[in-house]
């Protein structure tokens, strides 16, 4: 019986195999976000936009320094019991929220950046990346990072702002006090309650 030699198949390949082989083309991004990630512009922006509210915040509780308490009420369908107020505290609870929200978008910006100049300088653990993520999202993930980083690395002030931000709204908050005022007003006369004992020089003993 005879050897057969072994034989080499050749195979084909159509058109939809060989682009099914060849990697696509990255898509080009769009030099109008290349610009705005190299010039740090969301970054500027949050930190404009929070000095500009702290800003407002001081300039409004400066005018109503020592001030009689404004009314801002809005009445619907001409009911009394039908209106919205708006108090001072929640011009300022609004004015504290955005101050925050702003001040967040460049920190955690920060720290997505500083996560890779940690592992860029040495060997490090994988859960340190995890630390990381977890610091931009909370204050638990903060606390962490900054015990892991034992305040050694710039990226433990990014950590400190996060969990400072949490409890901004609530100084805000103590910002205002209300307080009683009297205040003199001559034109009007003193006048004494109707609960007044009349005593009479008369007494029982000279009655006849």
Known sequence: MEKKEPQAAVHSLTNSTVDDHVPAAPRRTSSTVVRTDDWWLWEVIGVVSSAAALIGMVIFLNHFNNKEQPVWAYTYNKKTDQALHVSLNSILSILGTVARICVL????????????VWFAEKERVLTDF?????????????AMLMWRLRGRHFAAIGALAMMLALGFDAFVQNL????????????VGAYIGGNVTVYSAVGAWNSV
């Open 105 to 116: 978008i460049p920190v955690t910006k920060g720290l997505g950046q500083l996560k890779w």
């Open 130 to 142: 995890d630390k990381f993520e977890a610091a931009t999202r909370g204050l638990t993930g903060s």
């Open 176 to 187: 205002v006090t209300y307080y009683i005022a009297y205040e003199p007003n001559s034109g």
